[in-house]
Nanobody, 118 residues
C-alpha cells in the first residue's frame, strides 16, 4: 500500500486548507484511514480518522469543529478539510492506513507540510 499526501502549504491564521491522501496498491475497502501530525520538537499526534466502510469519524479535541475528515471511495482518497487554522496547527501532516484505530501496524505517507503564520 502506498499513500501520497498533498495539499499542504503556507497560510495565515484563520485560513483554510484541504489535505488529500490517495492510496494505491493492495487496497481493500475496509479498515481505517487517518491523519496525524508532528510539529517541531513534539511527538506525533493523532488528528482525525475515518472508517472506510461505515464512515465513522474520530477527532482529537483540539480540531473538533474546525477540521473535517472525509473519503471518496471511488478515488481511494481521504481528505482533511482544515478551517480556522491556528499557528499551533502548523506541522507535518501524515496520512496513515490500518485495520484498526490504534494504527500500530499502519502504512504511512511521506507527509505534507502545513505552515500557519500569525
Amino acid at each position: 500500500v502506498q499513500l501520497v499526501e498533498s495539499g499542504g502549504g503556507l497560510v495565515q491564521a484563520g485560513d483554510s486548507l484541504r489535505l488529500s491522501c490517495t492510496a494505491s496498491g493492495r487496497i481493500y475497502s475496509s479498515g481505517i484511514m487517518g491523519w496525524f501530525r508532528r510539529a517541531p520538537g513534539k511527538e506525533r499526534e493523532f488528528v482525525a480518522a475515518i472508517r472506510w466502510g461505515r464512515g465513522s469519524t474520530y477527532y482529537t479535541d483540539s480540531v473538533k469543529g474546525r477540521f473535517t475528515i472525509s473519503k471518496d471511495g471511488a478515488k481511494n482518497t481521504v481528505y482533511l478539510q482544515m478551517n480556522a487554522l491556528r499557528p499551533e496547527d502548523a506541522a507535518v501532516y501524515y496520512c496513515a492506513k490500518d485495520s484498526s484505530l490504534d494504527f500500530t501496524r499502519a502504512y504511512w505517507g511521506q507527509g505534507t507540510q502545513v505552515t500557519v503564520s500569525s
